[in-house]
């Protein structure tokens, strides 16, 4: 049972069951990961001869080029996987349990930002810590699916009266 995982993405639109050993768990700092993600770099964890099923949806595909497409739900916007002639990576921060997969190479560190390897260097703060400057966090209802697999889902929709950004952005 130690070699099953699961995950998804926000909504819980798609789910995913991956079965047996993955091959490699990495950090892929290229600028198409970057992009991809959003993100400084790309948490990916290689599915090699693992089981992969789409339990619940599939993802809607990019192809970034020639040779990559990338998954991603097409409700909700999360990065699902990356997948090339080499074989299909998904994202790690997707799994249910994603502390259980730690990277163990950096790929494409030609693109690495400067200070990422800085971070751990930053100050600390738990969400709670912020309330004085953003009260709206005591009261956040989060609409997340949770870190299970579920019988049924359902998206969920925000109530009329939820804040949204102005074009000034507050």
């Not at 790309?42 to 099923?53: D, K, M």
């Not at 998904?90 to 990277?103: H, M, N, Q, S, T």
Request: glycine content about 10%.
């Amino acid at each position: 049972m130690n070699d099953v995982y699961t995950g998804g993405c926000q909504c819980g639109a798609i789910r995913f069951r991956l079965e047996g050993p993955y091959q490699d768990a990495s950090i892929c700092h290229c600028r198409m990961c970057q992009k991809a993600f959003g993100n400084y770099f790309a948490p990916l964890v290689s599915v090699g001869e693992a089981a992969l099923t789409w339990t619940r949806g599939k993802p809607k595909y990019f192809r970034s080029s020639n040779y990559v497409r990338r998954g991603f739900c097409e409700e909700c916007g999360t990065p699902l996987c990356y997948e090339a002639p080499d074989g299909v990576g998904l994202a790690v921060g997707a799994f249910d349990e994603p502390g259980r997969i730690a990277p163990t190479v950096q790929f494409g560190v030609e693109g690495k930002v400067d200070y990422v390897d800085h971070l751990h260097e930053l100050p600390e703060r738990v969400t709670e810590d912020d309330l004085a400057a953003a009260p709206f966090l005591a009261h956040i209802v989060n609409y997340q699916h949770p870190d299970h697999d579920t019988h049924e889902w359902s998206p969920r929709t925000e109530p009329a009266d939820h804040w949204r950004p102005t074009e000034e952005g507050v």
